[in-house]
């Protein structure tokens, strides 16, 4: 892992900030920095941005399949769409061996849906994603049925 001794000293990389995770804090960090005239990268292993708090009216069938997501380019210009293996000192890399250098590096990847040892826990569903939303949509049209 390089040193900051060892970063370029291009005013590129000092002028650019990565942010890792594309979710709501990813995004509004990078929008921030954008705003103060300052490069992005964002880096996510998603190609979408999944918005959580409308994710049980689109299981429900009140909202469309199209409000549970939207591509992370829609947000953000500069997307990398792979997973980052290693931060360090003014660094990522990620995992088709590329390395991004920058001035700062902003971590904010979020949670995973936690599964408590509860009897018959395994029956239920979680809703975090878009494809979780369409999967107990189609559970629930079936259900009806």
Do not use: C, K
């Not at 591509?71 to 061996?97: H, I, K, N, S, Y």
């Not at 599964?115 to 559970?139: F, T, W």
């Amino acid at each position: 892992m390089p040193t900051t001794s060892e970063l370029p000293e291009s005013t590129e990389a000092r002028d650019r900030v990565v942010v890792i995770g594309g979710g709501y804090a990813g995004l509004h960090a990078a929008t921030a920095v954008q705003r103060m005239g300052v490069e992005v990268t964002l880096v996510d292993s998603s190609e979408s941005h999944d918005f959580v708090t409308r994710l049980a009216a689109v299981a429900g069938g009140t909202a469309p399949l199209s409000d549970a997501a939207a591509p992370l380019e829609d947000f953000q210009g500069d997307v990398e769409t792979v997973r980052a293996t290693t931060v360090g000192d003014g660094m990522v890399e990620l995992a088709d061996g590329r390395t991004i250098h920058a001035g700062a590096v902003l971590v904010t990847t979020g949670a995973e849906v936690s599964r408590p040892p509860i009897e018959g826990i395994e029956a239920v569903r979680g809703l975090r994603n878009a494809q979780d939303a369409a999967d107990l949509r189609g559970r629930i049209a079936s259900a009806e049925s």
